[in-house]
């Protein structure tokens, strides 16, 4: 074979390669029990603002999405040992968190808030916090501000594998209130009859130092291919109305933020 048949070989084979690797299906993690964002369908499937996003972005790179469920603590060491390429499941973009992942820029951004029973009070110190049960997911932004500051306070920051477990304890009185983002609890909880007789308690809980930049799509160390493309499709949705579109079938008010 001559040099130059050998060369084109190299880079047929080359493309070929290439071609193949965009073929390949996007493993995307996400926790389907996250209401709005990600929840199961009467059928089994799964649904929310996270899914749509998570497709929509697949179309607009013209990928085929395979969606990985799985608990929320357990999605990043899935994207360590490669067992998924992307993690999509309302994960706030952090400090902490950029040691070992890389992320896109947010998608959205919810501040957190404090549900308790409807009357209950809070002042600047968290005082009235001291003994009582409060409920986080585990590993969560959420679980980190109850623990270092609610925790600091004289709560007693309880952990759970996600949030459907804590509202559970919560109406059987086993808790007394709970920290997450705002969206879920107003939504998932505070909007439907089982949040009948609790409320947000206290304000808004913004802190980039908790809080981050935002929700972020959370890939692999070094893969910065992979979230220059996620970047590139999630700024065409914000520009082409698929956001927005998505966006309305969840939510009353914009999400994205400043």
Same mark, same amino acid.
């Given at each position: 074979? %001559?040099?130059?048949?050998? /060369? ?46 998570? %497709? ?25 040992? $490669? ?7 309302? #994960?706030?973009?952090?400090?902490? $968190? ?14 957190? $808030?404090?549900?308790? =029973? ?49 509202? /559970? ?24 009859? $089982? ?5 947000? #308690? ?23 291919? /992979? ?16 956001? =927005?579109? #998505?966006?309305?079938?969840?939510? =009353?008010?914009? #999400?994205?933020?400043?």
């Amino acid at each position: 074979m %001559n040099r130059k048949a050998l /060369l084109g070989g190299l880079m047929l084979a080359a493309f070929a390669t290439f071609s193949h690797a965009d073929d390949k299906p996007l493993r995307i993690g996400i926790e389907a029990a996250y209401p709005p964002f990600a929840y199961k369908t009467p059928e089994g499937g799964i649904a929310g603002f996270d899914y749509d996003i998570g %497709n929509a972005l697949c179309e607009e790179m013209k990928r085929k999405c395979q969606w990985v469920e799985q608990e929320y603590d357990g999605l990043i060491p899935s994207l360590k040992v $490669r067992k998924i390429d992307a993690a999509l499941s309302s #994960i706030t973009i952090t400090e902490e $968190r950029k040691h070992s992942v890389d992320f896109t820029h947010k998608y959205y951004f919810t501040p957190g $808030r404090l549900v308790m =029973k409807e009357g209950s009070q809070l002042d600047e110190q968290f005082s009235q916090l001291k003994g009582k049960n409060i409920g986080v997911q585990r590993g969560s932004t959420a679980d980190r501000f109850a623990t270092e500051v609610l925790g600091k306070a004289g709560a007693n920051v309880v952990r759970y594998t996600s949030q459907d477990e804590i509202y /559970l304890d919560l109406l059987a009185g086993r808790l007394d209130g709970t920290f997450a983002d705002s969206i879920p609890l107003e939504i998932g909880f505070l909007e439907t009859p $089982r949040g009948k007789g609790f409320a947000f #308690i206290g304000p808004e809980f913004k802190d980039p130092k908790y809080f981050g930049e935002g929700a972020g799509i959370a890939v692999r160390k070094g893969n910065t291919e /992979l979230v220059g493309q996620l970047n590139a499709a999630i700024d065409a949705l914000r520009a082409n109305g698929k956001y =927005k579109a #998505i966006e309305g079938k969840y939510f =009353k008010s914009d #999400i994205y933020g400043d």
